[in-house]
T-cell receptor, first 111, second 115 residues
Framework: DAKTTQPTSMDCAEGRAANLPCNHS???????VYWYRQIHSQGPQYIIH???NNETNEMASLIITEDRKSSTLILPHATLRDTAVYYC????????????FGQGTRLTINP | NAGVTQTPKFQVLKTGQSMTLQCAQD?????MSWYRQDPGMGLRLIHY???????DQGEVPNGYNVSRSTTEDFPLRLLSAAPSQTSVYFC??????????????FGEGSWLTVV
């Protein structure tokens, strides 16, 4: 099963772009990279996912390196409400049904 | 459409007591799962189900039982609660089928304290 490595914590100024890195060097060819976030005391929230192309939605952008061994989640204009723990997850398990969460990155947006 | 609903939201148990955490979803999702989250930690998978009548173990299944008699419900049972089971529990469900775009939806969590 592919594992992910993320920094424990990061800070970003309000209004600036927040760039959250993730390493997944053992990812296999058919595994997708997912990003979720968890705002304090709430259930995790889906942000974005990708296979090998860069992806963008209304919440964020996902940049995946050509060798797929790492990725970066970009919040283009971070707000205070983006303060949360961000999880980078590679889809693993029998039938790829399970999501395995690591410890994530605690992102703090500062005013 | 209520999404994923967990009950109770808060519960205090004495060591050795049993209880069931309820989880229901109204999205016709085949896949449901239970996670626990300890303070300052990520989520860990307890049990999951890919459909009615089918369950399987996750990373930390010991001390927990599950069953899946209907598509909508996936209760988590603690047969003999231990202080080590003090945690926040999240139920989750996912769209049917195996496609990469299927998003997992989480409930709001159940805070369990075992004294």
């Amino acid at each position: 099963d592919a594992k992910t490595t993320q920094p424990t914590s990061m800070d970003c100024a309000e209004g600036r772009a927040a760039n959250l890195p993730c390493n997944h060097s053992t990812i296999s060819g058919n595994e997708y990279v997912y990003w979720y976030r968890q705002i304090h005391s709430q259930g995790p929230q889906y942000i974005i996912h990708g296979l090998k192309n860069n992806e963008t939605n209304e919440m964020a952008s996902l940049i995946i390196t050509e060798d797929r061994k790492s990725s970066t989640l970009i919040l283009p204009h971070a707000t205070l409400r983006d303060t949360a723990v961000y999880y980078c997850i590679v889809r693993v398990g029998r039938g790829a049904q399970k999501l395995v969460f690591g410890q994530g990155t605690r992102l703090t947006i500062n005013p | 459409n209520a999404g994923v609903t967990q009950t109770p939201k808060f519960q205090v148990l004495k060591t050795g007591q049993s209880m069931t955490l309820q989880c229901a979803q109204d999205m016709n999702h085949e896949y449901m799962s239970w996670y626990r989250q300890d303070p300052g930690m990520g989520l860990r998978l307890i049990h999951y189900s890919v459909g009615a009548g089918i369950t399987d173990q996750g990373e930390v299944p010991n001390g927990y039982n599950v069953s899946r008699s209907t598509t909508e419900d996936f209760p988590l049972r603690l047969l003999s609660a231990a202080p080590s089971q003090t945690s926040v529990y999240f139920c989750a469900s996912r769209d049917p089928g195996w496609t990469a775009g299927n998003t997992i939806y989480f409930g709001e969590g159940s805070w369990l304290t075992v004294v």
